[in-house]
């Protein structure tokens, strides 16, 4: 079967009639600040919206933090209390020492204690990067704390595993994750560098700000202790299906997860799959297009 049979059609039709919305540099300023304690690791998260709404809980990815949810945070925040973490390592949260300290069981402790934390059992939880991995891992490990699933361009790790195994382009696009896993990658990392793929120049300088009160070194840890390493070998380890609905937006400009993975994802899922793929957006997809993607999980979510 082709992933372009799976395309939500009606809403890819928005991308002709939208504009990407321009960023709310002034969120930061609306937003409501807590911690959260994840095994006495302090992880931030930025608030919004009515606290009695359904929970929304956003994770973000590499080299990211809360505040990429920014334009999606203050649309949803009309119907849904909605809160971003910044994942431990990153800004405002807490940065443990040791590589094994962001072992994706930690890394779903983070977003469980959270969802505690705010005196909730369930959330609708979204992830774009690394924070989709989490979000993935959370929804297998942890299926009772997950309502509805939201991935943004980060496949299901069975198919990112399986194109690393498989792919050759897949294998050739992963260089950059290979050379992350390197020893003293971190010491090669700068905030200015890092934060050179922000298109809009003031919220540059609160990326620089953020990556600057980050610890480069845990950044690269999700690489050394989560990715995959050569030889790569397809996952064949007992499947745990999601049993949450599952939303996937995926920008077909990534070079660096191409779309191939996308395939079969819904062998790995009990319910349904909604896919819709984003032609010329790259791979932080929510920034990109940052209305159509807004669009389509408020369009989801109240189906």
Known sequence: MNIGKLIFSGILVLACIVSVKAADNNID?????????????????????????????????????????????????????????????????????????????????????????????????????????????TAMMMPQI????????????????????NNPQQQKNSQYARNFQKEDAHKMLKAEQIAGWVKDPEARKKYIEAFNRSDFEAMLNYYKQNYPREPYKEDTSPLIKVKAPVLMIHGLGDTALLPGALNNTWDWLEKDLTLVTIPGASHFVQQDASEMVTRSIRMWLGR
């Open 29 to 137: 300023k609306r937003v409501e600040n807590g911690y959260a304690d994840s095994g006495g690791v302090k992880i931030h998260y930025a608030a919004i919206g009515p606290k009695s709404a359904p929970l929304i809980v956003m994770i973000h990815g590499f080299p990211d933090f809360w505040y990429t949810w920014r334009d999606q945070m203050e649309a949803l925040s009309k119907d849904y209390y909605v809160v971003a973490i910044d994942q431990r390592g990153y800004n405002l949260s807490d940065k443990p020492k040791g590589v094994e300290n962001y072992d994706m069981k930690f890394l779903v402790g983070d977003v469980a204690a959270v969802i505690k934390h705010l005196g909730r059992e369930k959330a609708i939880v979204v992830g774009h990067d690394w924070g989709g991995a989490v979000a993935w891992s």
């Open 146 to 165: 997950v309502d509805k699933l939201i991935i943004l361009n980060l496949p299901h790790l069975r198919g990112l595993s399986r194109e690393l195994a």
